[in-house]
């Protein structure tokens, strides 16, 4: 489904990536684990177009791109195959949660009100938040915020998900709740690919495991095998720290 090879991105002096390939099949829920610094946020905005990488290619449903020198039109047609949901929520604090949903849709995708609102409902239905179409963000929880980030996503039927530590500015008591939307997605075959701290998540509900360290991929297996055997020592020394952590 997507392919990504040799990505290169650097801010001045700082190479970021170094040289990065990934593949992503329809149906897979790929956890990207690693340190703080190690490239992955940098690594999910260069395939989604919010940073201009320096080098490398992509392969999307069979077509190829060039990343560092690809069109507004290429971006722009990607993109509604696909949805981003970020750390911060990035809703709209002077629209209601369905107005969040159907922004999108009416205003880049020309979709009449009726049709959008239709989608909209459904899309917050499906994250548990049927009660919650004219709630603003401030009153919401974070983890209900964060649920209409995902209805947001939802709503515009993407190929992939791609999520950037989706749970990192949620109170520890509201992360459950947002993991439990993406589980069910998962279970429903939606393609992910997440950037995450969160390894029960990553041992329990993705199908295969990226680990990035200092700019490249230091390891990537089935989840399973990852946790069970990982095979890099700084994979292992990673997951004994995560596990101390949880103790």
Same mark, same amino acid.
């Given at each position: 489904?997507?392919?990504?090879?040799?990505?290169?991105?650097?801010?001045?002096?700082?190479?970021?990536?170094?040289?990065?390939?990934?593949?992503?099949?329809?149906?897979?829920?790929?956890?990207?684990?690693?340190?703080?610094?190690?490239?992955?946020?940098?690594?999910?905005?260069?395939?989604?177009?919010?940073?201009?990488? @320096? !080098?490398? &290619?992509?392969?999307? $449903?069979? *077509?190829?791109?060039?990343?560092?020198?690809?069109?507004? =039109?290429?971006? +722009?047609?990607?993109?509604?195959?696909?949805?981003?949901?970020?750390?911060?929520?990035?809703?709209?604090?002077?629209?209601?949660?369905?107005?969040?949903?159907?922004?999108?849709?009416?205003?880049?995708?020309?979709?009449?009100?009726?049709?959008?609102?239709?989608?909209?409902?459904?899309?917050?239905?499906?994250?548990?938040?049927?009660?919650?179409?004219?709630?603003?963000?401030?009153?919401?929880?974070?983890?209900?915020?964060?649920?209409?980030?995902?209805?947001?996503?939802?709503?515009?039927?993407?190929?992939?998900?791609?999520? @950037? !530590?989706? &749970?990192?500015?949620? $109170?520890? *008591?509201?992360?459950?709740?947002?993991?439990?939307?993406? =589980?069910?997605? +998962?279970?429903?075959?939606?393609?992910?690919?997440?950037?995450?701290?969160?390894?029960?998540?990553?041992?329990?509900?993705?199908?295969?495991?990226?680990?990035?360290?200092?700019?490249?991929?230091?390891?990537?297996?089935?989840?399973?095998?990852?946790?069970?055997?990982?095979?890099?020592?700084?994979?292992?020394?990673?997951?004994?720290?995560?596990?101390?952590?949880?103790?």
């Amino acid at each position: 489904m997507i392919s990504v090879k040799n990505i290169h991105k650097s801010f001045g002096s700082l190479e970021v990536l170094k040289g990065v390939d990934i593949e992503v099949e329809k149906g897979e829920v790929i956890a990207i684990l690693g340190p703080s610094g190690s490239g992955k946020t940098t690594l999910l905005r260069c395939i989604n177009f919010l940073e201009t990488a @320096d !080098e490398g &290619t992509m392969e999307f $449903d069979g *077509e190829s791109f060039d990343l560092a020198h690809i069109s507004r =039109k290429d971006i +722009a047609r990607l993109r509604k195959k696909t949805a981003f949901v970020f750390q911060n929520y990035n809703l709209f604090l002077n629209k209601t949660a369905l107005q969040n949903v159907t922004e999108g849709l009416i205003v880049a995708r020309k979709m009449p009100k009726a049709e959008a609102v239709k989608i909209g409902k459904r899309a917050l239905d499906r994250v548990g938040l049927s009660d919650r179409y004219d709630h603003y963000p401030n009153q919401l929880s974070g983890g209900q915020q964060q649920r209409v980030a995902i209805a947001r996503a939802l709503a515009t039927n993407p190929e992939i998900i791609y999520f @950037d !530590e989706p &749970t990192s500015a949620l $109170d520890p *008591e509201l992360i459950g709740e947002v993991l439990a939307v993406m =589980k069910q997605l +998962a279970e429903d075959g939606m393609t992910m690919l997440v950037v995450t701290h969160e390894t029960n998540f990553a041992r329990n509900v993705s199908s295969r495991v990226i680990f990035m360290d200092e700019g490249k991929v230091l390891e990537t297996g089935p989840s399973k095998a990852f946790f069970e055997s990982p095979r890099e020592e700084r994979v292992r020394a990673f997951l004994r720290m995560i596990d101390r952590k949880e103790e």
